[in-house]
C-alpha cells in the first residue's frame, strides 16, 4: 500500500472516530450530511481555479528571477548559477503540474455547468408539461367536435350569402343563345353590304381641265356588220322571187 493511501486511510479513520464515535448518534436523530450542490461545486472549483492562475503568475516570476540570477552569477560564480538553474527547473515541473490541473479542474465545471444547465432545462419542460396537462384536462373532446361542426356551419352560411348577394337581378340570358343571334346580324350585314352597286358620279366634269385625246372610232366596225346584213337581205329576197 502506498503512502499516499495509508495516510488518505488513516485520516478517513481517525475523522469517522472523531465525529461519529458511535452509531447512537444516528439513532438519536442526527442525520449525515448531503454531498454539495451544483451551484457550491461550481463555485468551488472557479476558486480553486482562480488561485492556481495566481500560483503560475508567482511560478513565472520566480522563474524569470531565477534566470537573471543565472545570467548574472555565470562563470564568475559557477555554483550559484547552476543553484538557480535547479530551481527554475522545479519551479518548470510546478508550472506544468499546475496547468494539467487546471485542465482537469476546468473539464469538470464544465461537466457540472452542463449538467445543472439540464437540470434546470428538464425541471422547466416538466413544468411546462404539468401546466398543458392541466389546461386539456378542462378540454371535452366532444365540445371541441361541437365547436368545430358549428364553426364549419357558420362558414358554409356565409358563403351561401356572398353567393346571394353577388347573383344579378332580373332575367337570366342564355350566353349561347346570344351568341348565335350575334352571329346572324353580322352575316345579314355583310349579305347587305355585298348587295349594294356602288352609285356613277353625275356630275359633268369640266372639259377644260382634261387632256384632248383622240379615241379610236367605233364606226366602221359598227358599219361593216350592217352593210353586209343589208347584202343578205337582198339575196334571201331575189332568192324568193325566183321561187315564185
Same mark, same amino acid.
Given at each position: 500500500?502506498?503512502?499516499?493511501?495509508?495516510? =488518505?486511510?488513516?485520516?478517513?479513520?481517525?475523522?469517522? @472516530?472523531?465525529?461519529?464515535?458511535?452509531?447512537?448518534?444516528?439513532? *438519536?436523530? *442526527?442525520?449525515?450530511?448531503? !454531498?454539495?450542490?451544483?451551484?457550491?461545486?461550481?463555485?468551488?472549483?472557479?476558486?480553486?481555479? #482562480?488561485?492556481?492562475?495566481?500560483?503560475?503568475? =508567482?511560478? $513565472?516570476?520566480?522563474?524569470?528571477?531565477?534566470?537573471?540570477?543565472?545570467?548574472?552569477?555565470?562563470?564568475?560564480?559557477?555554483?550559484?548559477?547552476?543553484?538557480?538553474?535547479?530551481?527554475?527547473?522545479?519551479?518548470?515541473?510546478?508550472?506544468?503540474?499546475?496547468?494539467?490541473?487546471? /485542465?482537469?479542474?476546468? =473539464?469538470?465545471?464544465?461537466?457540472?455547468?452542463? #449538467?445543472?444547465?439540464?437540470?434546470? &432545462?428538464?425541471?422547466?419542460? !416538466?413544468?411546462?408539461?404539468?401546466?398543458?396537462? !392541466?389546461?386539456?384536462?378542462?378540454?371535452?373532446?366532444?365540445?371541441?367536435?361541437?365547436?368545430?361542426?358549428?364553426?364549419?356551419?357558420?362558414? $358554409? &352560411?356565409?358563403? $351561401?350569402?356572398?353567393?346571394?348577394?353577388?347573383?344579378?337581378?332580373?332575367?337570366? =340570358?342564355?350566353?349561347?343563345?346570344?351568341? #348565335?343571334?350575334?352571329?346572324?346580324?353580322?352575316?345579314?350585314?355583310?349579305?347587305?353590304?355585298? !348587295?349594294?352597286?356602288?352609285?356613277?358620279?353625275?356630275?359633268?366634269?369640266?372639259? @377644260?381641265?382634261?387632256?384632248?385625246?383622240?379615241?379610236? /372610232?367605233?364606226?366602221? @366596225?359598227?358599219?361593216?356588220?350592217?352593210?353586209?346584213?343589208?347584202?343578205?337581205?337582198?339575196?334571201?329576197?331575189?332568192?324568193? #322571187?325566183?321561187? &315564185?
Amino acid at each position: 500500500m502506498s503512502k499516499i493511501s495509508k495516510l =488518505f486511510k488513516g485520516s478517513s479513520s481517525s475523522n469517522s @472516530s472523531s465525529h461519529y464515535p458511535s452509531s447512537s448518534k444516528s439513532k *438519536h436523530g *442526527h442525520r449525515s450530511r448531503t !454531498g454539495p450542490t451544483p451551484q457550491e461545486a461550481i463555485h468551488k472549483l472557479r476558486e480553486t481555479e #482562480a488561485m492556481l492562475a495566481k500560483k503560475q503568475d =508567482f511560478l $513565472e516570476n520566480k522563474i524569470e528571477q531565477e534566470i537573471m540570477i543565472a545570467k548574472k552569477n555565470g562563470l564568475k560564480n559557477k555554483r550559484a548559477a547552476l543553484q538557480a538553474l535547479k530551481r527554475k527547473k522545479r519551479f518548470e515541473q510546478q508550472l506544468t503540474q499546475i496547468d494539467g490541473t487546471l /485542465s482537469t479542474i476546468e =473539464f469538470q465545471r464544465e461537466a457540472l455547468e452542463n #449538467a445543472n444547465t439540464n437540470t434546470e &432545462v428538464l425541471k422547466t419542460m !416538466g413544468y411546462a408539461a404539468k401546466a398543458i396537462k !392541466g389546461v386539456h384536462q378542462n378540454m371535452d373532446l366532444d365540445k371541441i367536435d361541437s365547436l368545430m361542426q358549428d364553426i364549419t356551419e357558420s362558414q $358554409e &352560411v356565409a358563403q $351561401e350569402i356572398c353567393d346571394a348577394i353577388s347573383r344579378p337581378f332580373g332575367d337570366a =340570358f342564355d350566353e349561347d343563345e346570344l351568341l #348565335a343571334e350575334l352571329a346572324e346580324l353580322e352575316l345579314e350585314e355583310s349579305m347587305t353590304n355585298m !348587295g349594294r352597286v356602288p352609285s356613277v358620279p353625275t356630275a359633268k366634269l369640266p372639259t @377644260s381641265k382634261l387632256p384632248t385625246a383622240k379615241l379610236p /372610232s367605233t364606226r366602221p @366596225s359598227q358599219r361593216t356588220p350592217s352593210k353586209k346584213r343589208a347584202e343578205d337581205d337582198d339575196d334571201m329576197q331575189m332568192l324568193a #322571187a325566183w321561187a &315564185v
